[in-house]
């Protein structure tokens, strides 16, 4: 059974960092996964932030593009999002998205970014 567990979130002021990490179990083939994280922030619906695919293709949303970065550790079944100069648009619960033969989700992790 696939699992994604994500870590990292948190609170932060506006400008400030954090990275979160999404662990995958119960997956031979990580490799060869699409990976994701997604955003649903108050009040909007669930939207997508970062994806990375099996060949490496990175696509982000323009609202953090030069800002985030995802990444994966496909020895260790780990996908991140590095987030810099945060903003309180920021803000909301971001899950971890695994596209494979079937979709996964994560619980998800708050980001807050407030004054």
């Known amino acids: 059974q696939v699992q994604l567990v994500e870590t990292g979130g948190g609170e932060v002021r506006p400008g400030g960092s954090l990275r979160l990490s999404c662990e995958a179990s119960g997956i031979s083939d990580f490799n060869r996964c699409t990976m994701a994280w997604y955003r649903r922030a108050p009040g909007r619906q669930r939207e997508l932030v970062a994806r990375?695919?099996?060949?490496?293709?990175?696509d982000y949303d323009d609202n953090v593009r030069g800002r985030f970065t995802i990444a994966r550790d496909n020895p260790n079944k780990i996908v991140y999002l590095e987030m810099n100069d945060l903003k309180p648009e920021d803000t909301g619960m971001y899950s971890c998205?695994?596209?494979?033969?079937?979709?996964?989700w994560g619980q998800g992790a708050q980001v807050t970014v407030s004054s």
């Open positions: 998205y695994l596209q494979r033969v079937a979709d996964y």
């Open positions: 990375i695919t099996l060949e490496g293709y990175l």
